[in-house]
């Protein structure tokens, strides 16, 4: 059975977010979670809480053992882009564009 939790408008850019979930594929919850508390990223901690949520959904909602659970897909897709502006020398301004994503993680008790 597939489960899944997503976060939506973590502010964390798709991209460095990708860079964290590509290792994570395939593997158990378990071993998601060391990878993961080891990572050297700040996103690290927000990837791991969603993993644990997905865990759960499937542990309270469906009765499913998290030995069994594994990370069956996982991903980061765009969201909403908060747009600054920073001022610079002679009255000019640059854009910031301050990126967030959705994440979302499907974890399923069947191995394929």
């Known amino acids: 059975m597939r489960v899944q939790a997503t976060s939506r408008y973590l502010h964390l850019s798709p991209r460095k977010a990708r860079m964290i979930l590509q290792g994570l594929r395939g593997k158990s919850v378990d071993d998601a979670l060391t990878i993961l508390r080891f990572t050297p990223r700040p996103g690290a901690k927000a990837v791991a809480k969603v993993?644990?949520?997905?865990?759960?959904?499937?542990?309270?909602?469906?009765?499913?053992?998290?030995?069994?659970?594994?990370?069956?897909?996982?991903?980061?897709?765009?969201?909403?882009?908060?747009?600054?502006?920073?001022?610079?020398?002679?009255?000019?301004?640059?854009?910031?564009?301050?990126?967030t994503c959705h994440l979302t993680v499907v974890v399923s008790d069947q191995k394929e």
């Open 51 to 99: 993993v644990e949520s997905a865990a759960a959904n499937a542990e309270n909602n469906f009765n499913l053992a998290r030995q069994m659970l594994h990370i069956e897909s996982i991903y980061a897709g765009d969201a909403r882009i908060l747009r600054r502006f920073r001022p610079v020398a002679r009255g000019r301004a640059h854009p910031i564009a301050r990126r």
